[in-house]
């Protein structure tokens, strides 16, 4: 079974510029939130969506927006970019909300979208 | 004061060595509790997930939730080469919409 597939894998830009990253959960997974990972730190949560709706939203700018579709792949968009946005974009499926399963919290992550911003 | 504290290491322990891995959090709404795995440059991969309190093995690996000491732990026994990575903690609330992650371990396990 596929896992979360994430595109691009590794990109640069440069400051003021605009970055979309893509990303497909596991199938059946409707749940589907993005973290940043920075070197040397844990994830930090973004965004949670399910169902195309934003469910959670984390302590990021305005700069930062999302959405999902209809197949449940979901896009995180970031503006005006800035050298601090540099980091390692991972997004993650659950089968929170899975039919006939309770909410489990899991988290199953791709293997991430490396930006550098120069 | 962070969610979640983790100690970032490193963490170096001889092959077969008993590896023992804490964090400590804030938060008591805290209901479901992580442990990923994370090798250079790739995503975390789940290990352990435990709901509430209580202890739960899996092969060599074992998690600890202590929610009356906000205190959450992974053992490895009999460890190997293979297991050198980042180890990160991970919990959040109820609703589980957002995660909490500690800044995770790296640890290296000598031949």
């Known amino acids: 079974d596929a896992g979360v597939t994430q595109s691009p894998t590794h990109l640069i830009k440069t400051r003021g510029q605009h970055v979309t990253l893509r990303c497909s959960p596991i199938s059946g997974h409707k749940s589907v939130s993005w973290y940043q990972q920075v070197l040397g730190q844990g994830p930090q949560f973004i965004f949670q969506?399910?169902?195309?709706?934003?469910?959670g939203r984390g302590n990021f700018p305005d700069r930062f927006s999302a959405r999902q579709f209809p197949n449940y792949s979901s896009e995180l968009n970031v503006n005006a970019l800035l050298l601090g946005d540099s980091a390692l974009y991972l997004c993650?499926?659950?089968?929170?909300?899975?039919?006939?399963?309770?909410?489990?919290?899991?988290?199953?992550f791709g293997e991430g979208s490396r930006l550098t911003v120069l | 004061q962070k969610e979640v504290e983790q100690d970032p290491g490193p963490l170096s322990v001889p092959e077969g060595a008993i590896v023992s891995l804490n964090c400590t959090y804030s938060?008591?709404?805290?209901?479901?509790f992580m442990w990923y795995r994370q090798y250079s440059r790739k995503g975390p991969e789940l290990l352990m997930y435990?709901?509430?309190?209580g202890n739960k093995e899996d092969g060599r690996f074992t998690a600890q939730v202590d929610k009356s000491s906000k205190y959450i732990s992974l053992f490895i026994r009999d460890s190997q080469p293979s297991d050198s990575a980042t180890y990160l903690c991970?919990?959040?609330?109820?609703?589980?919409?957002?995660?909490?992650f500690g800044t995770g371990t790296s640890l290296t396990v000598i031949p």
């Open positions: 993650a499926s659950s089968p929170w909300g899975l039919a006939g399963q309770p909410n489990t919290g899991e988290l199953f």
């Open positions: 435990t709901y509430s309190s």
């Open positions: 938060n008591s709404a805290f209901q479901y």
């Open positions: 969506y399910y169902e195309k709706e934003e469910r």
């Open positions: 991970a919990m959040g609330g109820s609703s589980g919409n957002q995660f909490y």
